[in-house]
T-cell receptor, first 112, second 115 residues
Framework: TQLLEQSPQFLSIQEGENLTVYCNSSSVFSSLQWYRQEPGEGPVLLVTVVTGGEVKKLKRLTFQFGDARKDSSLHITAAQPGDTGLYLCAGLNAGNNRKLIWGLGTSLAVNP | DAGVIQSPRHEVTEMGQEVTLRCKPISGHDYLFWYRQTMMRGLELLIYFNNNVPIDDSGMPEDRFSAKMPNASFSTLKIQPSEPRDSAVYFC?????????????FGDGTRLSIL
């Protein structure tokens, strides 16, 4: 069974701090997606990374796909309370381009 | 544009009752997914459809669960009989055919509590 492990599970920081969350697997993925989920809502896609070593930026968020396409990281610079939420990574394997493998998520709280 | 619409938003019922969850995908999307989310197990894929046809139902926990997609704009997930361990948030998501990495668009979920 493919697994995606996310760390840390919980993170509480002050506004303005930087943070990195990780998504790791022993399996290779053809692509990896990051979603953010707010309370009472469904996950919303932030970014998709496809190429090993790829880096994508979304304002203060930087996403990186590992060279071997087994892991990914999300770095947030100068976190704001609006960044609070559950961050989920989900991988697509090469054999089935519809069935996402999901991590359990990192729950981030940014305190003003 | 309307997103994925799920109903009801909340459902509280007693053990043994039948529960029906409903989903309207985004118009034009040809994939539909049903997920269950709990703190312990995270997001679990239950079943997904392509062009109204079930493709993979390996995540359906047992025969008490069934899902249908009678047309491109409507799907149901039914639990009969319901049990307390079925309590969770159930999400429906839809997506388009395309090259790898098509995003899944989620509804706001149905929070199900079985007493």
């Amino acid at each position: 069974t493919q697994l995606l492990e996310q760390s840390p599970q919980f993170l509480s920081i002050q506004e303005g701090e930087n943070l990195t969350v990780y998504c790791n697997s022993s399996s290779v993925f053809s692509s990896l997606q990051w979603y953010r989920q707010e309370p009472g809502e469904g996950p919303v896609l932030l970014v998709t990374v496809v190429t090993g070593g790829e880096v994508k930026k979304l304002k203060r968020l930087t996403f990186q796909f590992g060279d071997a396409r087994k892991d990914s990281s999300l770095h947030i610079t100068a976190a704001q309370p609006g960044d609070t939420g559950l961050y989920l990574c989900a991988g697509l394997n090469a054999g089935n381009n519809r069935k996402l493998i999901w991590g359990l998520g990192t729950s981030l709280a940014v305190n003003p | 544009d309307a997103g994925v619409i799920q109903s009801p938003r909340h459902e509280v019922t007693e053990m043994g009752q039948e529960v029906t969850l409903r989903c309207k995908p985004i118009s034009g999307h040809d994939y539909l997914f049903w997920y269950r989310q709990t703190m312990m197990r995270g997001l679990e894929l239950l079943i997904y459809f392509n062009n109204n046809v079930p493709i993979d139902d390996s995540g359906m926990p047992e025969d008490r669960f069934s899902a249908k997609m009678p047309n491109a704009s409507f799907s149901t997930l039914k639990i009969q009989p319901s049990e307390p361990r079925d309590s969770a948030v159930y999400f429906c998501a839809s997506s388009l055919t395309g090259v790898r990495g098509q995003p899944q668009h989620f509804g706001d979920g149905t929070r199900l509590s079985i007493l």
